[in-house]
């Protein structure tokens, strides 16, 4: 399988990263050292390139009925320049995927060629590598999004949304960019103004957006669309750049950021408690709802979205499992795949996510436990290499 490669790969590798696959893509996990990472993180600015994650455009007068029949949360609460956390379930209720969802400027389309030269309503191009739209008659505004799928997930989700509006006969387009966009992730306690001192003079204080909001900014030259989200439990910002321009943003943000690999984004969402989709759910390996994933508030059951009558009979009767942390109290460290036992040695439940918290300096996990099990302190059983740690249900974020 070959894999795909982001931007920046050659210039990574320049720096020594050590690289894993990661949902198809060659990406570094580590720089200098995954604990080194995390810590800068904490304390200060780390920089992750997250290129591999995926990027679809949904834009014209119906990409709001597509987006709410498809993801879970009401798009139409949006505005430009606002973010929501939703899931991607089927008819079932099972999670698919979870993602963001941001409202963009509205763009300018033309009635007779749609997909050319399309522009946002500040007349900058759709696709940031395109062209100008140029003078054109028969112009309309049309609201804009795009929509986050995680790490391999873009072509299906793709695939998914154009299926769908066929099938309904929506008016939008639907455009995987993936590959137009390089994404870069700067999170920890002094990333507000870290970014903000990146922006270009006469762009704006990004420092004001709230949590949850983007803008485009420019940075290093390139319009740059700036959102104050990210995956750490920090503060910080994604910042979703041009592909040609992701040398030039990156350099700016390296030269005072800590350049960090996946290996810390993971242990870093771990110790917050967040999803990873494919691990902490997957439709076939780990099929889960929202409301056994305890996400439960990125679900707007007055939305008509794929799932939804599944997920209302489910919230009506309640869950048998949920997604909980577990601390171990003995010597040992959780893997994803490990038994959950209980007082009587009978399985319970699998570890989905574990690690050795780098802040904590203690094993943690994440996975699904019956819900009588589930009240912190709780004791439990953790199977370590055949033999039985004792554990505790705690909640998350871990302290």
Not at 34 to 39: L, N, V
Not at 259 to 275: N, V
Request: with cysteine; glycine share 10%.
């Amino acid at each position: 399988m070959t894999l795909r490669n982001p931007p920046l790969r050659e210039a990574h590798a320049e720096r020594d990263a050590k690289f894993t696959e990661f949902g198809g893509w060659d990406m570094p996990v580590e720089f200098e050292s995954i604990r080194a990472e995390h810590a800068a993180v904490r304390e200060a600015a780390g920089v992750f390139d997250v290129s591999h994650m995926g990027e679809i455009e949904v834009a014209g007068p119906d990409a709001v009925t597509l987006l709410n029949r498809l993801t879970t949360n009401d798009v139409t609460a949006l505005s430009p320049g606002d973010a929501q956390y939703a899931a991607i379930t089927r008819e079932d209720g099972v999670m698919l995927d979870d993602t963001v969802v941001y409202r963009l400027p509205d763009e300018e389309r033309m009635d007779d060629d749609r997909n050319d030269g399309a522009v946002d309503t500040e007349g900058a191009p759709v696709n940031p590598n395109g062209d100008d739209a140029g003078e054109r008659d028969d112009v309309e505004t049309v609201p804009a999004y795009l929509f986050i799928p995680n790490a391999g997930h873009d072509a299906q989700m793709h695939e998914r949304w154009v299926d769908h509006r066929d099938e309904w006969d929506l008016d939008c387009e639907v455009r995987n960019v993936t590959e137009d966009w390089a994404m870069f992730a700067v999170q920890g306690p002094d990333a507000p103004d870290l970014v903000a001192d990146a922006v270009d003079d006469g762009g704006p204080d990004v420092r004001d957006l709230s949590r949850f909001s983007a803008t485009f900014a420019p940075v290093a030259g390139a319009d740059c669309w700036v959102a104050r989200t990210g995956y750490t439990g920090e503060d910080g910002f994604e910042v979703l750049c041009p592909w040609t321009d992701a040398e030039a943003v990156w350099a700016l943000f390296a030269d005072d950021a800590t350049p960090c690999g996946l290996g810390a984004r993971d242990t870093l969402r771990i110790e917050e408690g967040f999803l990873l989709s494919g691990q902490d759910f997957d439709p076939e390996d780990e099929p889960r709802t929202p409301y056994e994933a305890d996400i439960g508030f990125a679900v707007d059951l007055d939305t008509e979205f794929v799932g939804r009558d599944a997920l209302a009979a489910q919230a009506e009767a309640g869950v048998e499992e949920t997604f909980v942390g577990i601390e171990l109290l003995d010597r040992g460290v959780p893997r994803h795949g490990y038994d959950v036992t209980n007082e009587d040695g009978h399985v319970v439940g699998a570890v989905t996510s574990g690690t050795m918290s780098p802040s904590l300096g203690k094993p943690i996990a994440l996975g699904y436990l019956p819900v009588d099990l589930t009240d912190p302190g709780t004791e439990v059983n953790v199977v370590v290499r055949g033999r039985e740690k004792r554990a505790k249900v705690v909640s998350v974020p871990f302290e």
